[in-house]
């Protein structure tokens, strides 16, 4: 039975195909959920009522005097709840456990079932049950209540330790393995650090370390986010940094301007609106817009806008010059450097 957010069933497999897709985000935040709990609690999640059952003194057929354990009578617990995104706002998630009721508008409801009855505890498989296990771990809240608990004594721990190992690979990334400046500088401005260009190293490491630390802590409401574990993945400058790094560079520029009606422009031209659940995140949501497949034309016309000879006689990497000649679908195979080069340069009507 599915999920549904705001009355639309959120079909996982079919939204996650497509970046533009309205329900893209929710099956994202659920996926990175799912393998989320897995790692941290395996295939059986098992969810208790803290305080129960609870013992009471009394006496046995002896007549001498033993605990006694009291019945303990069932809770219900709803399986529907406006759920507060720090981002998004308020959501109605539902965890339909029967069929949903398509409605006249089109949207659907939640079933017959509206309540999971619980006495002591609940055992969920999270293969068997994904949509359960995902409604009682993230949206449901029945921890802070005091309502329900997640019965794993060892779970505490892997995930202390698993904060440390973070730490410590984000630090060793960050300070030991990010040597080259050039590199560095690209990696912190495709994260949002201002000013890459032209600051201190140092003063980039800290910055740096200080936004994949924040982003790590609000990654599980927003997956969009890039933390630690992408940010490793990333550290060879692929194309996708290098897109991040060029938005980022326009930015400190003053090139690339944000205004206060939710647009980006350069000069008086607009070029893009991000959606209002997105402004908090706007540079994450710019440099997915650009890098998407369906807007390479888009990505071509604002470097036609904003790609000057200054730019181009900064460039250090050979590198960065292929990406540039693929943006602008110049032919890059069996190209020598200084052809490729000198081509880039011609694309956007520069002497080199």
């Not at 949002?192 to 924040?214: H, N, Q, W």
Request: proline fraction near 5%; include cysteine; charge should be positive.
């Amino acid at each position: 039975m599915p999920i549904l957010v705001n009355g639309i069933k959120l079909d996982v497999g079919i939204a996650l195909r497509d970046e533009k897709h309205p329900m893209y985000a929710y099956a994202l935040q659920y996926t990175q959920g799912i393998a989320e709990l897995k790692e941290k609690h395996g295939k059986t999640i098992r969810f208790v009522r803290p305080g129960f059952p609870k013992m009471n003194l009394g006496s046995d057929s002896k007549g001498n005097e033993t605990s006694i354990v009291e019945p303990t009578p069932p809770a219900m617990f709803p399986l529907e709840k406006v759920y507060a995104h720090p981002t998004r706002g308020e959501e109605i998630w539902s965890c339909c456990l029967t069929m949903p009721k398509l409605l006249p508008n089109g949207l659907w409801s939640i079933g017959n079932k509206k309540g999971l009855k619980i006495t002591d505890a609940i055992s969920v498989d999270i293969d068997k049950q994904p949509d359960l296990a995902f409604y009682l771990y993230y949206i449901s809240n029945f921890d802070k209540g005091g309502r329900l608990k997640i019965d794993d004594p060892q779970a505490e721990v892997r995930a202390k330790a698993a904060k440390e190992r973070e730490t410590l690979e984000r630090k060793s990334a960050i300070w030991q393995m990010l040597k080259d400046e050039d590199q560095l500088r690209k990696m912190a401005a495709a994260y949002g650090v201002a000013l890459s260009a032209t600051r201190d190293p140092d003063s980039l490491r800290f910055d740096l370390e200080a936004v994949l630390e924040k982003n790590d802590k609000n990654k599980r409401f927003d997956p969009l986010l890039k933390g630690t574990k992408e940010f490793l993945e990333e550290m060879k400058v692929g194309d996708n940094v290098r897109l991040r790094a060029f938005i980022k560079q326009l930015e400190d520029d003053r090139k690339l301007v944000y205004k206060p009606d939710g647009r980006y422009r350069i000069g008086e031209k607009l070029l893009v609106q991000v959606p209002q659940p997105e402004i908090q995140n706007r540079f994450e949501w710019l440099c997915s817009y650009y890098n998407m497949p369906n807007n390479s034309d888009k990505l071509q016309e604002l470097m036609r806008d904003a790609v000057d000879k200054e730019y181009l006689d900064k460039i250090k990497d050979d590198k960065d010059f292929t990406w540039l000649a693929k943006v602008m679908e110049l032919k890059t195979a069996f190209q020598k450097k200084e052809d490729l080069k000198l081509k880039v340069y011609e694309a956007f009507n520069i002497a080199l």
